[in-house]
């Protein structure tokens, strides 16, 4: 490959949360491991890879110049963004005005909520549900509504449309939040499942807040269907979210954005991000931006896929043919895996507490999955070196599954 995914990068001091957070952070972050073992981070989902060179070139060019002052955001900003989903995901009409700069993606899709919704309406998401929709929407007063992904026969999750018609009808509800691909459960959706989904919505005239972060890493040679691209009325009826941070592991840069079609939709959503004051763009984070948009940037993109796809195949394996009564679902996107314990458990009488206190006392940082309502479940963040994961695998194999 021509860029580096299997150097082992020492983050130790570095405002690595995914380090330095352990034992920090009480019911969230594991604790940290026992004398003897070293951290293997799997929770925090950033990854362990140093990010494409022309970022930081791109960041500390602009840090020469020694004036920081109020910006706005240049052409060569847009235009990065417009190439980038032309070319990686056949979008065809965006312009700059359709983009809109937001701090980060759970804060765009609140500030959609609260031009879709009244506080207190009910909003539509799909369970298992990643923890920040749960926190976010809760602390901003709006009450979820799950509608369960049920494994299909061939352990494939699928959304449950006969369920999320009957919710919707039955609570009321006039928008929903929607995943793709999904996290925990890594699906890449179908085309017919994202048609299927916005066509639920036109019936009972529901919208659709589309988080799209995850567009970018998918696994195995998926492909990636944008919400607002199948169809007319989906084009209008959704604000999708994205941003470079998961792509290119940029977290701690902020910086996200949207794309809204619907003029009026794109007004209100605006002002509402704006009322806080506090959306503003650092300057760094744009010339970041730029930088991982270059042509470099889809190369290092694509050869990420090719080493996550490698890990996440790695992992699946390992687990079938060494941990019985460990079950997972083989990702289609995102670095994560959803594994769940419920028979292994049941088996062995333990609790995914006492599986996951064992991972993290020999330094495999797993995280707790009950957070994210998978009620026997471990979440696993496999973007780091194989190296790493193998040594992640065999230690939970040693010490854990067959302790």
Known sequence: MKYDFTSIIDRRGKDALAISG???????????????????????ADMNFPTVPTIPQAIIERAKHPAYGYFNPTAEYFNAIIRWHEKRNGVTGLTKECIGYENGVLGGV??????????????????????????????NGYNMVHSELAKDRDGIYRMDFADMEKKIVENSIHAAVFCSPHNPCGRVWERWEVEAFMELCKKHDVYVVSDEIWSDILLNG???????????????????????????N???????????????????????????HYNDMNVLSMHALIGAYKPEGYEWADE????????????????????????????????MLFVDCSEWCGKHGKTIEEVEHAAWAVGVAVQD???????????????????????????????????
């Open 22 to 44: 352990l034992g920090q952070i009480p019911d969230f972050a594991p604790d940290p491991p026992k004398e003897g073992f070293d951290i293997i981070p799997m929770w925090v």
């Open 110 to 139: 609140i500030s959609a909520l609260n031009v879709f919704c009244s506080k207190g309406d009910r909003v539509l998401l799909h369970s298992p549900t990643y923890i920040g929709f749960t926190s976010s929407l809760t602390n």
């Open 222 to 248: 998926h492909k990636h269907t944008p919400t607002q691209s199948v169809s007319e009325d989906a084009r209008n009826r959704a604000v999708a979210m994205y941003a470079p941070s998961k792509t290119f």
């Open 250 to 276: 940029l977290a701690g840069l902020i910086g996200s954005y949207h794309i809204i079609y619907n003029q009026r939709i794109r007004d209100r959503v605006e002002k509402e991000s704006s009322l806080p």
């Open 304 to 335: 990420l896929c090719e080493t996550l796809s490698g890990n996440i195949n790695f992992a699946c394996d390992y687990i079938r043919e060494h941990f019985e009564g460990v079950k997972v679902t083989k990702p289609e996107g995102t670095y």
């Open 369 to 403: 999955g009950r957070m994210f309502h998978g009620p026997c479940h471990l979440r696993m963040n496999l973007a780091l070196p194989l190296s790493r994961v193998q040594e992640a695998f065999a230690r939970l194999d040693q010490y854990v599954f067959h302790a």
